[in-house]
């Protein structure tokens, strides 16, 4: 494995909070590799926000799952997209999000794994 590009791409956190549990314990150490491109349909991402994003805990950083509301064509305009971001943990609502562009939602990392 090329060091090099761990120490550019990778990072591990502490998850503070109960929203992705039982998957994610609180107080989980966790791996991520920063966000370059791709699909983000059903997977589990660190993204952020200029002001409170999470209703709960008024943080700016959430880790949920990124479920994309709108569906779009190959062919079709992409302006107007509507997102939820998804806990694991049932006692937690969706968050829900519009942009006039999907790539103004700050998707900062994708989840890996919990390392302890």
């Not at 920063?34 to 709960?56: M, T």
């Not at 779009?72 to 049932?90: C, G, P």
Request: include cysteine; glycine fraction near 4%; hydrophobic fraction near 35%.
């Amino acid at each position: 494995v090329d060091k090099q590009r761990w120490l550019t791409e990778y990072f591990a956190t502490y998850v503070v909070g109960h929203s992705m549990e039982p998957s994610i314990p609180s107080g989980s150490l966790c791996l991520f590799k920063l966000y370059r491109g791709g699909s983000r349909q059903n997977k589990i991402f660190l993204i952020s926000a200029r002001g409170p994003l999470d209703p709960d805990t008024q943080e700016s950083f959430v880790l949920k799952k990124y479920k994309r509301i709108t569906q779009v064509a190959e062919d079709e305009n992409r302006e107007y997209v509507v997102i939820q971001l998804i806990s694991e943990n049932k006692n937690y609502s969706p968050i829900t999000l519009t942009s006039k562009n999907e790539n103004e939602i700050n998707v900062i990392a994708v989840f890996i794994e919990i390392i302890e």
